[in-house]
C-alpha cells in the first residue's frame, strides 16, 4: 500500500471547512466587526496560497474561511434595504396595525388553514394616509372565510400565484409577548423570510390588478393539493385527517391541538413536518423504482431529483424541506459521478451552501436540530451499527482473519442479531480451504425474516434514536424544555404506521375516482392505522413517562450547554476509532479515552438533565414580574427567601357553541406554555410554590392548566372554585392528578411567606360553590418592610366599594389595576385611596375591548401615579427591598 | 437486485410508466370536487344615484344606513380625518366595527367618490 500523501489532513474536508464558516458566523454574531472580518479574510487567504501544501497553508485555509463567515453575517445584516416593509415598520414610519393597501404579486400557493387560508406577496407598493411607497418584502395575509358568500367571493377572485392585487389590511410587525427569555414572533417571521402579517378582514378588500407571466403546470399541481386535502378532510376524521394532511401534503394547519401535542410529548412531532425524515423516505423509494426502469445513472439522477424537488414545491417550499432535498442531492450527485460519497463531506458541503446563502440561519433552530441530527447519525450511529454488523458477522477473511477483539458478552450479542448460519454454510462450501466457526448467540433464529429482520430493526432503529436524542440534548432543552425518553421507542412505532397511512389515504384517494365502494374499505383502513398510531404514546402520556419538562441554566454555567456537544463529538470520534480486529495493542488507549469521555457525556448529561442550583438565588428583596400575556394577568412573586407565586397564568378564552359541538381546536401554542412556562424555565425553575387562581376567566386560569402540568406545585389558592366551569375543571383535574393542596381562600387570611405578609381582601367569607364572577376575584395584598402592593384581579366597582367600606388600609406603593383597566374598574375613590406611585395594567397591545379605557388610566395618573402597560413595555418587574422601589421594563 | 430476463424487462418497461401514470389519471379523477356551482360573472354593485359618498357625508348621514349607529359613524369620520380619504366604498371595512356582513348589507347604499 502506498504511504499515504503528506497533503492529506483529513477524509472530509468539506465538512472542516463547514465548520469552520459556521464558527465564524456565530462568533461574528457576538464579537466580531466588519472590518476584523475583512482583515481576516484577505490576510489568511493570500498566505494560505503561498503555503499551500503545508500544515500552515491547511490552518490558514481554516481561519479564512472562518473570516469569511464573518464577513457573510455582515453582508445579509447589511442587506436590509430601507425600502423594506420591516424596515419601514421598524424604523417606525408607519405603526403596526395602522391600515394600509399593499399591492403585490401573490408568490406560491395559498396554504389552505382552518377557517381560511394564507397567502404570501411580494410586495410592490405600500399606501398609507395617500401616500404611495415603494417598496420590497414579502407580506403573509390571513384571509379567514366565515360564509359561503366570502367563499363564492374568493372563488371569484381566483387567487392563484403571480397574480397582482392590492389588499387594504393592517399590517402589523410588532411583538407581542415580550417577556425576557421568550422567543419573539417577530424573530419566527424573520427566520421564515416574512417581514409583516395581517388578517384580511373581507375578500371585498382585494382587487385583483393583473396576472404576471405564471408557471402552468405548477399551478395545476398546486389545485391537485388543494384537492387531495379537500378530499381528506372530508373522509376521514378529524386526526386522521390532520396527520395525513401534515405528513403526506406538508399542509400544518389542520392538525388539531390534542393531537399535536400527542406527538410532541412523545417527541415525534418532527414526523408531522416536511423534513429530512421525508424527503429521505420519499427519494428513497423513487430511486429503488426508478432502478428498476433504467439503468442510466444521469437519468436516475434527474429523475429522483426533479420529483423530489417538485414535491418540495408543491408542499410549501419551506426552508427544512430544502435542505434536506438539497442533502439528498449532494448525495446522489456523488453516485452519479461515480465517487464513494463520504457523507460527513456531503453534509459539510450542503451546510456551506446553505450559509453562504442565509448566514443567519447557524441561530435557527430548525437549521441546528437538522444538521446536528443528521451528523449524529452519520458519525456516531451508522459506524457503531456497521462495526456491530462486522463483530457479528465475523467469518476469516483476508482483511479480518481473526475474531474480534471485544467483551463476549457484545459478541454474543452480536451474534443473535446478525450471524446467518445458512450464508455462511453457502460461502464456505465454496471455498478451498475449511473451517468450523464456533458461534454462540444468545438463542438460535428460526426464521430470518420473522424474527431476525424485525428483531435488527428495532435494535437499529434504536439505537439511531437514542444517539440522535443524546446528541440533541442539549438544543432540546434550550429550545423546547423538553427531554423524552419515550421518543425512543415511539419513533419506531410511530415512523412506520405513519407512512402505512399516508400511503393508504392516498391510494383510498386515488381508487374513489374509480369506485367508491372499494375506497371506503381503504379510508376505515386508514382510520385504523390512525387509532393504532395513537394508541401508544397515548399509553405513555397517561402513565406520565412519555416526557419531562426542564428548565434551563441562566448566566455563566450555560456554557455547559456547548460542551455537552463537544464530549459527544469526543465520544463518538472514539467509536469510530474502535477497531474490533486491529491486530495491534493501541486497545489500551482506546479504552481509556473511550471510557473517560463516556462518563464525561453522563456526567454532562445527567447535571443538564438534574439541572440542581438552577433556580436564582433568593436575593432577600421582594420581586414581582407582570408578564406581558397580551389580554389577560399573569404575576410571578418571588419572596425574599427564594420562594415563588404565580398569579394567574393568562390564556386565551376558547369559544365554545355550548357543550354539543366539539369544535376544532388548531394546533396553535397555549399562553400558559409558550409564554407563562416559557418565562418560568429560562429563570431555571421546575417548581413553583403556590399559584393563586383568582377567578375562572380563561384569560387568567388557562394557563395555570399548563404551568400545573410543567412544574411541580406546592399549593394552589382559590377563591370560589366551581368545579362545573370548563377551565376550572381542568385545572382541578390536573392539580388533583398530582396531589396538590388546594386551598379555598377567602377576605381576612393572611400568612408571612419569607419576612413578606400575605393578605386576603377579596371574596368574602360567605363562600359557597357557585358560580365565580369578577367581583369574587381574589384580591391580595403582599406588604414587605414599608412598601405595600395590590393585587386586584378582576374585581369591578361593587367588589371595590365594598373594599372601601371595609377597614382594610388600601394605600399601596404598586397596584395591579383591575380588570385590565376597563371602566367597570378603578372608581374615583378607590383610585385615591390607593394613590399608589405605579398603576400596572395588564393588557394586550391591541385590545379588542378597548381595554385600557382612557378614563381609567387618566385617573390613576391624576391620582399620581405612573401608568404602565405590560402590552406597551413587555414583562414590568419591580424590585423592592422593604424601603426603595426599583422598577425596570423589558422595553425601556 | 432481482435478476430480470429480457422478456420480464419489455414488460417492466411498459407496464413502468403506465402504473403511475394510471394512479395520477385515478387521483385527478377523484379529486375533481364538484366546481359546477360557480357563480356567474361578478356581480356589478350598481350603487343608486343616492347612494352615500362616503368621502363627503356627515355622521348624522352615515347614521341614516341600517346598522350603522352612532358610536360607529363617529368612528367612521375618525377614521377618515386620521387616514384620509376612502379610495374604494370597500376600505370601509377597515373601520373597527365594520365587518363582513354588515357591510355587504350596505354596500348597495354606498359609493366612494
Known sequence: ?892 | MMRFCNYCKTRIYIVGPILPLAIIVAMLAGCQAPHSDYPPAAEQVIAASYALDINTATAVEFERLPSVGAILAERIIEFREKYGRFRRPEHLLMVQGIGDARFRRIRHLIKAE
Open chain 1, 1 to 892: 500500500m502506498t504511504e499515504p500523501s503528506r497533503l492529506t489532513f483529513t477524509l472530509n474536508p468539506l465538512a472542516w471547512l463547514a465548520a469552520s464558516f459556521a464558527l465564524g458566523i456565530a462568533v461574528a454574531e457576538y464579537l466580531f466587526s466588519e472590518k476584523f472580518a475583512i482583515v481576516l479574510l484577505v490576510f489568511a487567504a493570500l498566505p494560505a496560497l503561498l503555503f499551500a501544501g503545508r500544515m500552515a497553508g491547511t490552518a490558514l485555509l481554516l481561519v479564512s474561511f472562518f473570516g469569511l463567515g464573518g464577513f457573510a453575517l455582515q453582508m445579509q445584516k447589511t442587506g436590509i434595504f430601507p425600502h423594506r416593509v420591516r424596515a419601514i415598520y421598524e424604523k417606525g414610519l408607519i405603526a403596526s396595525g395602522e391600515p394600509v393597501e399593499v399591492e403585490g404579486v401573490i408568490n406560491g400557493p395559498a396554504e389552505p388553514a382552518f377557517g381560511g387560508f394564507f397567502i404570501k406577496l411580494d410586495a410592490k407598493l405600500l399606501t398609507y394616509k395617500g401616500e404611495e411607497m415603494r417598496v420590497s418584502g414579502i407580506v403573509r395575509l390571513f384571509l379567514p372565510i366565515d360564509s359561503e358568500e366570502m367563499a363564492a367571493d374568493f372563488r371569484r377572485l381566483n387567487l392563484e400565484p403571480a397574480t397582482r392585487i392590492a389588499v387594504a389590511c393592517g399590517l402589523e410587525r410588532a411583538s407581542r409577548f415580550l417577556n425576557p427569555g421568550v422567543i419573539s414572533r417577530r424573530e419566527i417571521l424573520d427566520r421564515q423570510g416574512i417581514d409583516a402579517v395581517a388578517s384580511v378582514k373581507s375578500p371585498l378588500l382585494i382587487e385583483k390588478i393583473g396576472q404576471d407571466a405564471g408557471f402552468g403546470p405548477v399551478a395545476s399541481i398546486y389545485r391537485i393539493r388543494q384537492d387531495l386535502i379537500d378530499e381528506f378532510r372530508v373522509r376521514l376524521s378529524t386526526p386522521a385527517a390532520g396527520m395525513v394532511i401534515a405528513t403526506a401534503l406538508g399542509g400544518r394547519h389542520f392538525l388539531d391541538s390534542e393531537t399535536a401535542n400527542l406527538f410532541r410529548e412523545g417527541g415525534t412531532f418532527h414526523i408531522l413536518v416536511i423534513s429530512g425524515l421525508h424527503i429521505t423516505f420519499l427519494g428513497g423509494i423513487a430511486f429503488l423504482f426508478i432502478r428498476l426502469l433504467t439503468k442510466k445513472r444521469w437519468l436516475q439522477f434527474i429523475a429522483v431529483n426533479s420529483f423530489l424537488w417538485t414535491f418540495t414545491m408543491v408542499v410549501g417550499a419551506e426552508i427544512p424541506a430544502m435542505r434536506a432535498s438539497l442533502m439528498f442531492t449532494i448525495l446522489t450527485f456523488g453516485y452519479l459521478i461515480y465517487r464513494p460519497t463520504s457523507s460527513l463531506n456531503s453534509l459539510g458541503a450542503s451546510a456551506i451552501i446553505l450559509l453562504a446563502a442565509r448566514p443567519g440561519d447557524i441561530f435557527d433552530p430548525s437549521f441546528q436540530l437538522t444538521f446536528l441530527s443528521v451528523a449524529a447519525i452519520v458519525t456516531t450511529a451508522f459506524p457503531l451499527i456497521g462495526k456491530l454488523r462486522e463483530i457479528g458477522n465475523w467469518s476469516p477473511t483476508a482483511e479480518t482473519p481473526f475474531p474480534p477483539r471485544a467483551p463476549r458478552a457484545l459478541i454474543r450479542f452480536c451474534e443473535t442479531l446478525y450471524w446467518r448460519e445458512r450464508t455462511w454454510e453457502i460461502n464456505a462450501s465454496r471455498q478451498v480451504w475449511s473451517a468450523r466457526l464456533f458461534k454462540t448467540p444468545f438463542f438460535k433464529n428460526p426464521g430470518d425474516f420473522v424474527i431476525r429482520r424485525p428483531l435488527v430493526f428495532m435494535f437499529e432503529g434504536a439505537v439511531v434514536s437514542a444517539i440522535v436524542q443524546l446528541w440533541l440534548l442539549p438544543l432540546l432543552i434550550v429550545y423546547f424544555h423538553r427531554v423524552t425518553p419515550a421518543s425512543v421507542v415511539l419513533n419506531l412505532w410511530v415512523g412506520p404506521l405513519m407512512a402505512i397511512e399516508a400511503a393508504t389515504a392516498l391510494l383510498g384517494v386515488s381508487v374513489a375516482g374509480i369506485s367508491e365502494a372499494l375506497a371506503a374499505p381503504l379510508f376505515a383502513f386508514t382510520e385504523l392505522v390512525s387509532r393504532l398510531l395513537l394508541f401508544a404514546p397515548a399509553l405513555f402520556q397517561s402513565i406520565d413517562f412519555a416526557s419531562v419538562r426542564i428548565p434551563v441554566y441562566s448566566g455563566n454555567i450555560k456554557v455547559i450547554y456547548l460542551i455537552a456537544p463537544a464530549a459527544a463529538a469526543a465520544a463518538s470520534s472514539i467509536i469510530t476509532g474502535w477497531q474490533p480486529f486491529a491486530l495491534s495493542g493501541r486497545r489500551k488507549i482506546s479504552l481509556i479515552g473511550g471510557i473517560s469521555a463516556g462518563i464525561m457525556l453522563v456526567f454532562l448529561s445527567g447535571v443538564i438533565l438534574i439541572h440542581p442550583q438552577s433556580t436564582p438565588d433568593p436575593t432577600g428583596q421582594l420581586r414581582v414580574d407582570f408578564l406581558d400575556v397580551g389580554q389577560g394577568d399573569s404575576a410571578l412573586v418571588t419572596f425574599p427567601n427564594g420562594e415563588t407565586m404565580l398569579i394567574d397564568g393568562g390564556g386565551r378564552p376558547r369559544f365554545r357553541n355550548g357543550d354539543d359541538e366539539p369544535r376544532f381546536e388548531p394546533d396553535i401554542p397555549h399562553i400558559g406554555e409558550a409564554v407563562v412556562s416559557e418565562f418560568l424555565w429560562e429563570r431555571g425553575y421546575s417548581r413553583i410554590d403556590y399559584i393563586v387562581a383568582t377567578h375562572a376567566d380563561a384569560d387568567h386560569m388557562q394557563g395555570l392548566a399548563d404551568v400545573a402540568r410543567n412544574f411541580r406545585i406546592g399549593a394552589a389558592l382559590f377563591g370560589r372554585m366551581p368545579r362545573e366551569d370548563a377551565e376550572m375543571a381542568e385545572l382541578y383535574r390536573e392539580l388533583k392528578k398530582r396531589s396538590v393542596a388546594m386551598h379555598e381562600t377567602a377576605s381576612g387570611e393572611s400568612f408571612q411567606i419569607g419576612g413578606a405578609v400575605v393578605e386576603v381582601l377579596n371574596p368574602s367569607i360567605q363562600s359557597g360553590e357557585g358560580f365565580s364572577g369578577n367581583d369574587d376575584s381574589v384580591v391580595l395584598r403582599i406588604s414587605f418592610g414599608s412598601r405595600v402592593f395590590l393585587f386586584m384581579g378582576d374585581v369591578e366597582n361593587k367588589a371595590e366599594r365594598q373594599l372601601l367600606a371595609s377597614s382594610k388600609s388600601l394605600k399601596a406603593d404598586v397596584v395591579k389595576v383591575a380588570h385590565h383597566g376597563s371602566r367597570t374598574s378603578s372608581i374615583k375613590e378607590f383610585v385615591n385611596t390607593a394613590r399608589p406611585a405605579y398603576a400596572v395594567i395588564s393588557v394586550g397591545r391591541h385590545s379588542t375591548f378597548g381595554h385600557p379605557h382612557r378614563e381609567v388610566v387618566d385617573r390613576w395618573s391624576a391620582a399620581g401615579a405612573e401608568v404602565m402597560t405590560t402590552g406597551e413595555k413587555g414583562t414590568i418587574t419591580i424590585m423592592t427591598d422593604g424601603q426603595a422601589i426599583h422598577v425596570s421594563r423589558y422595553l425601556p
